[in-house]
């Protein structure tokens, strides 16, 4: 079991009769990147204001580096760097001055403060004196992970960091973010609508719908105790196809190339033999376990 | 410290702070130049119903007159003026998002509620001083010094000149403590709302309603008149009389002092357990 960088213990949070978090038990691992995935609604950024302390729990305890928030706020505050749903800044003042005044009000010491660090980093130097109104989506978002890390915080919780980014803009912070962990062994957790964004980049998921915890792992596990996606590539694809059906009671989505469909991994080898036995050629063999399937089938589950 | 220089800094980086200043500069430079033209024909409206009473003597237009005349005449605009900025600290960080970074710190709600009030309250004082200072310098630069003349609805006071600075200092520090109410009410109205405008427009139109109140002669608003903020507000102007009335400056400082303590609980209770939600 990896140690806890945050914990979260019989979470509540109501609004009237309106539950947006419900019991909720949740650890997330140190120095790994935490994917928080559930629908629109589910309680994702409700869980994330309540560990930055800018929503107060109906009940239920959030520790946070074994440091209590109801009592340890602010200090806590140190350890933690955020973005939620969009990089926010004084937009009349340049790069470089945000990020002065947040050092400045980060009760940093001075030799703790590194500015020119996270520019460089995020890749603005040379633009850090234009004022934040001249920036665009992505360099706000740029600048927003640097706005994150002028404390040097152990934690990184980023809400919908991806959004708004063009192709190349969520590649970029996709490589930030796994350098962030790889390198200076950051925590994080993030949360994304983009299934295969959270796929690529989380050790770690958690799932949550309507409030409640659905479920919670390690993202390799997770996949490989589930069905597998099995991409099939044969001489003779209707012959395939209907040895799958007969075999395997599994349903084949054919197209000209392939055929996909789902199977236990167990059954893997038997597939490989009965294809043989009848004589199919096999170009092509892929398995996979998609996040999206996984979480489809968690989330249809727990409606 | 470093909270309230942050404060201090951000607040001194928006145009909208200057407008305050801006607009005081423009008045009394209006108003000066206007009365080293036409002065005397305006004292002489002034004083028409004493003509024939008193022999006037001495140098009536000086620079102790015009900040005086100046004093009255902008200190009724100054709410909006301060409420321009206090009414925006909290509510315009709500609006662009910015209170997530100052919550996300390590510094506690109520610190940031204390050091945003400072910050207003510094603001405040600044608008006062300058105003003050800029009238008095302005004035007698170009009029020269003298004894105020105060006209009262049952009469004339006059005020030696020798006598008149301490009387503007402390006219000064109680035209702040009645501004600050205005300022400490527009910020609890800021920690309610998430818009810059609403805590400025429902601050004027408190002081507005209030001062309906205060000077319809009507006996129920009687009862209430001696406990509306804006009864009080102008207790500066009874530094300006012959014979102080201590217990009036007094009581009226009190009362001003308990509408702060009020507005301020009420608006850091409510900052202190606000959830965030945009």
């Known amino acids: ?303 | 410290m470093k909270l309230l220089i942050f404060e201090l800094y951000k607040i001194f980086s928006k145009p909208r702070t200057y407008i305050s200043y801006g607009v005081i500069l423009v008045i009394i430079f209006l108003i000066d130049f206007a009365l080293l033209f036409s002065g005397q024909e305006y004292i002489d409206f002034l004083l028409n119903t004493f003509k024939d009473s008193f022999v006037i003597e001495g140098n009536i237009l000086n620079g102790y007159m015009i900040s005086y005349i100046i004093l009255q005449t902008l200190i009724i605009h100054m709410p909006l003026l301060v409420a321009l900025v206090s009414g925006d600290l909290i509510s315009g960080e709500a609006s662009s998002g910015t209170i997530k970074i100052l919550l996300t710190r390590p510094n506690t709600r109520s610190q940031i509620y204390f050091t945003k009030w400072v910050t207003g309250e510094l603001y405040t004082i600044s608008v006062v001083i300058l105003l003050g200072i800029v009238s008095l310098v302005f004035g007698i630069m170009l009029f020269g010094t003298g004894d105020l003349m105060v006209l009262k609805s049952d009469g004339v006071d006059l005020i030696q000149s020798d006598d008149l600075l301490w009387r503007f200092g402390l006219s000064m520090s109680l035209a702040v403590l009645g501004l600050s109410v205005v300022s400490t009410l527009s910020m609890m109205i800021s920690a309610f709302v998430e818009n810059s405008i609403t805590p400025i427009i429902l601050t004027m139109a408190i002081i507005i309603l209030f001062t309906i109140i205060g000077t319809l002669d009507v006996p129920l608003f009687d009862l209430l008149r001696p406990y509306l903020f804006t009864t009080h507000m102008l207790v500066w102007k009874n530094l300006f009389d012959q014979d102080l009335n201590m217990n009036l400056i007094e009581s009226s400082s009190v009362v001003l002092l308990v509408h702060i303590l009020i507005f301020y609980s009420v608006g850091w209770y409510y900052f202190r357990n606000k959830d965030i939600l945009n």
Not at chain 1, 210 to 239: C, F, H, S, W
Request: glycine letters at 6%; charged letters at 25%.
């Open chain 1, 1 to 303: 079991m990896d140690e806890s960088a945050i914990v979260v213990r019989n979470l509540y949070k109501s609004y009237g009769s309106f539950e947006a978090i419900n019991d909720l038990n949740i650890d997330i691992p140190k120095g790994k990147i935490t994917g928080l995935l559930g629908p629109n609604g589910a309680g994702k950024s409700t869980l994330m204001r309540c560990i930055l302390g800018l929503i107060k729990p109906t009940k239920g305890d959030i520790e946070i580096l074994n440091e209590n928030i109801k009592t340890g706020i602010p200090s806590v505050f140190r350890h933690i760097g955020s973005i939620i749903e969009k990089p926010d800044f004084y937009t009349y003042l340049s790069a470089r001055k945000n990020l002065e005044l947040l050092a400045m009000i980060s009760k940093l010491k001075a030799d703790q403060i590194n500015i020119q660090q996270c520019l460089d980093l995020v890749n603005l130097t040379g633009r850090e004196n234009d004022k934040v109104k001249n920036y665009s989506h992505g360099m706000k978002q740029r600048l927003g992970i640097a706005q994150c890390l002028i404390h040097n915080p152990e934690i990184i919780i980023l809400d919908e960091p991806t959004t708004g980014l063009d192709p190349e803009g969520i590649i970029e912070f996709r490589n930030l973010i796994i350098r962030l962990r790889d390198e200076f062994s950051k925590t994080i957790l993030l949360s994304s609508h983009i299934l295969s964004e959270i796929e690529l980049v989380s050790d770690h998921i958690i799932i949550i719908n309507k409030g409640r915890l659905v479920a919670q792992g390690n993202i390799a596990q997770m996949l490989n105790e589930e069905d597998m996606v099995i991409y099939l590539e044969t001489d003779d694809l209707p012959r395939t196809e209907s040895i799958i059906k007969n075999n395997f009671n599994s349903t084949a989505l054919a197209s000209e190339e392939f055929i996909q469909f789902n199977l236990n991994k167990e059954k893997i080898p038997n597939l490989v033999q009965l294809l043989v036995e009848n004589n199919l050629k096999i170009y092509r063999l892929d398995t996979k376990r998609g996040l999206e399937e996984l979480y489809l089938n968690i989330t249809s589950t727990h409606q």
